[in-house]
Every structure is written in C-alpha cells, then in structure tokens.
C-alpha cells in the first residue's frame, strides 16, 4: 500500500543523506516534495499541511544546520513525525480485572469486520487469552453463519440466538455465557450498513450501554482513502470508540487512510491487518510502520513472525546447521515453510534493512513458489538429505511427480547451491552478495 509514498520519500531524503551541508533552499525544496508526496498519497490535506510545517521547522533549526550529517537528521526528523501521525505511545487493549473484557466491533458494511472479529479473536487466542465471539450482525444474510465457520477454524465458541431480533438480547445473553463458561473475553460483532444512518448509530448505542464495553474498535477499509476517514469522523460523533482496526492494508491503496485517522479522530490504530488469512492482524506499532515507509525495515515485526512460524527446537536445530554452511533440501523445505507462515515474500523482505531495495524490481510470483514445496516433496528422503545425487532420470522423475518440468527442478537445484554458497559465507562471517544472487535468479526465468 505505502509502495509509492515510499519510493518518492526515500529519493527525497536519499538526495539530502548524499549533500554534505544543507541550506534553507535544500529543506524548502525537500519539503515541498514530501507535501506532494503525501497528498499524492491521499493523506488528509489540513493533516499535510500540518506535518509539512513541522518538519520544515525542525529541519531549519540548529539541531540541523550546524549538524555534521545534516541529511541524517532530517531523515530522523520525518521518522519522528510520522510516528507522531500515526500515534506515538502504546494503544493496547484495555483488559477487565473483572473478566470478561468485552470489545464491541463496528464499522460499515463490507469494511471486513466480521472476518476482522474472527482475526482478533485467533491473535488474543495466540497471545494466552480465552476468547468468544458474540455474532450481534441480525441484519446481514449469513453473517451468524461466517462468524461460526470462523469460529470453527480458529476453536473459538461462538454466542447466537436465530429466534430473536434483537441485537441487545444478543449481546446480553453472550456475555452472560462467556462469564458462565469462564471466558475472560467477549468480541461482539456488531451489524454494519451501506452508510452511516440514524438506526445503525441507535443500534450501536443500544449495545454499548447493555454491555458496557472495555473497548469499542472501529473496523476501516483502508481501500477506501479519505472516505475511511470520513467514515470515522462520522462514527465519532456517535460513538465514542477507543481505536481502530484497519483492514485491507495489503492492497493497492495509497495509504492516506492509515495516515490520517489518527490526527483526524485523535484515535490511535491498535490493530492492521495485511492479507485475507485470519493469521494476518497484528498489532499496529506506529514507530516500525514508519521505518517501513522510509525503507529502514522493520527488524523487530520480523523477529515477532519468524518466533511465531516456527518451534524453538525447531529453529534452534535449523540456525545451528545454517551456520555450519549445511543446507539440504529438507533444511531448504523448513525455511520455506516458515517463510510461508510469515506472510507474502515481498512484504518480508520489506522488513529486512537494505534488502527490500536490493531486491526492488525483482518480480516474485507467489504461486510460482508453491511448485517449490510441490518438487522438494517429490524427492526421496535421501535425495532430499544428498541432492548432490540428483541426476537426470532422478530430475526426470521427480519432475513428473510434481507436475513440473525437468527445467523447473534444475532451477531448484541451482538455487539451492546459491543458497548453499550463500550460508556458506554468512557462516564465515561473510555478507554475501544478495542483489547478485537475485539477479541470477531472475536471468535464470
């Protein structure tokens, strides 16, 4: 989603690193072309203008000017305010010490927030809490029914009543299940509609005031720019939420909702969700997506997804021969896996410091990848332990068994030894080459 504003704020901040000294003149031209950027990128104008003038004033302070690595500072200076704009300090959840604590949902229809409901529910679930899902959404054709198959997927009981139309009655008889059978969270999952009229905001006031919620999240289509802050002002006036979910950041957008609702609404994001698998929500810390924006990576979201894909013996005994210089195609099938498990590949290598530039352009097909795991498991035991015996009536089969071609499996082979040499040299204490070996790669399509 932040691909282009990306691009444009690190050429900006790029050209002003590469000067040695920096004048009034450097700044106002710099700063003019993050204002572009970020309009371009369909932030809120009053939010731009805002941010443009406090970056222009720190930029031409002493702190700056006298500097020796002026450029450094700047950059430090937009990595400081767009952690400001997007809500510096911890937005966690407001947990009961009197379970359950009960987190009311709404949003618009179609923004994803039933789908949203069932993601939180699995993330607390991960993080040590006892979970329920209360299914509030009367007014929707089958949304009792999606919360429930969610609910089965992630073992998580959902709370219904079909015999009422009463959202109210809903909400009530959830929380006094959940508080029955010892659940120390309630998620009610509210109805949404096409826009916002008087009978949903009645609604939801309903709700609120018979199950006096902990925390009220608003669920945002981050798909739907300026409207999704439109939406949330409108919500606000109502409803007093305490943060917002944004969904659909994965997509094609240009980023501006997730920019802008914060300064707008004076509500911090808690929670992003990044893809349509219901692993994908996780905590939205301003600071990393920030380091993202401005091509720094985002180390720590990394270490917290690679914990989470793999068992520590597991990755233990993987680091250990890794470092030995060792990788077999069972080794190779592990690491692929985790990486898997860990999102999309791009958006992984995003947050690898220096990597993501060092692989820009080089074009990564999802499906593609998948024949990966396909190959490698139609390989013996042995093979997969040896490939160094892998010749050609071997290729031959373990093409046809994979639904491959004999090319396919020779392109395997061959980066497997690059990643062999790769291993091989970090091991020595080594940086290996990576744009090189990418650009290989992309020779060998």
Same mark, same amino acid.
């Given at each position: ?8 704020l ?55 000017m ?10 430090k ?40 409901s ?11 809490k ?32 079909r ?14 299940q ?6 120390d ?18 609604e ?14 608003l669920?945002?289509?981050?798909m ?50 990044d ?22 990576? +985002? @180390? ?7 914990? !989470? #894909? ?5 990755? &233990?005994?993987?680091? *250990? $021969?890794?470092?030995?210089?060792i ?13 898997r ?21 080089? +074009? @990564? ?7 990966? !795991? #396909?190959?490698i498991?139609?390989?013996? &035991?042995?093979?997969? *332990? $040896? ?6 009536s ?5 093409a ?34 990576l744009?090189?070996?990418? #650009? ?6």
């Open positions: 989603m932040f691909d282009s504003l990306s691009d444009k690190q050429g900006v901040l790029g050209d002003l690193r590469n000067r040695g000294k920096l004048n009034e003149n450097d700044i106002k031209k710099a700063t003019r072309e993050i204002r572009l950027a970020l309009l371009e990128a369909d932030v809120n104008f009053q939010v731009v203008k805002d941010f443009v003038a406090q970056v222009r004033e720190r930029a031409l302070g002493a702190e700056v006298d500097s020796l690595t002026p450029g450094q500072q700047v950059v200076i937009v990595h400081e305010e767009l952690t400001e704009l997007m809500g510096k300090g911890s937005s966690a959840l407001a947990f009961s010490g009197r379970p359950p604590t009960v987190i009311l949902l709404c949003g618009l229809q179609g923004s994803g927030k039933t789908t949203a069932g993601k939180l529910a699995l993330r607390l679930r991960k993080d040590g006892v979970p329920a899902l209360v299914a509030c959404d009367l007014a929707r054709p089958g949304a009792i029914d999606q919360l429930e198959q969610l609910g089965k997927q992630i073992q998580v009981p959902v709370y219904s009543q015999d009422t139309k009463d959202p109210v009655a809903v909400a009530e008889y959830g929380l006094e959940a508080r029955a059978q010892g659940r969270i309630a998620i009610v999952d509210t109805a949404g509609r096409l826009h916002v009229d008087e009978n949903l905001m009645d939801l006031v309903a709700i609120r005031g018979a199950v006096k919620p902990h925390d009220v999240l669920v945002v289509d981050a739907t720019g300026q409207d999704a802050v439109g939406v949330a002002e409108s919500f606000s006036e109502r409803i007093a939420f305490d943060g917002v979910i944004m969904t659909k950041l994965d997509g094609d957008a240009r980023g501006g909702a997730a920019l802008s609702v914060k300064a707008v609404t004076g509500v911090p994001i808690k929670f992003a969700s893809g349509e698998k219901l692993e994908a929500l996780e905590t939205f810390h301003p600071e990393r997506m920030a380091s993202r924006i401005l091509g720094m990576g +985002d @180390v720590l979201t990394l270490i917290e997804r690679a914990e !989470e #894909a793999s068992e520590e013996d597991e990755e &233990a005994e993987l680091e *250990r $021969r890794l470092a030995a210089g990788l077999t195609f069972d080794d190779f099938l592990k690491s692929y896996r985790m990486m498990k860990m999102g999309p590949f791009q958006n992984v290598v995003k947050m690898i410091p220096g990597l993501g530039k060092q692989l820009q352009g080089v +074009d @990564v097909n999802e499906k593609e990848l998948g024949r990966v !795991e #396909a190959i498991l139609s390989m013996t &035991a042995d093979e997969r *332990r $040896r490939p160094e015996i892998i010749k050609g071997r290729r031959s089969r373990i046809a068994g994979s639904g491959t071609s004999v090319q396919q499996v020779n392109q395997l082979l061959s980066a497997r030894k690059q990643m062999q040499k790769m291993v091989k040299q970090i091991g020595r204490g080594k940086t290996p080459n744009q090189s070996i990418a #650009a290989q790669q992309v020779r060998r399509r």
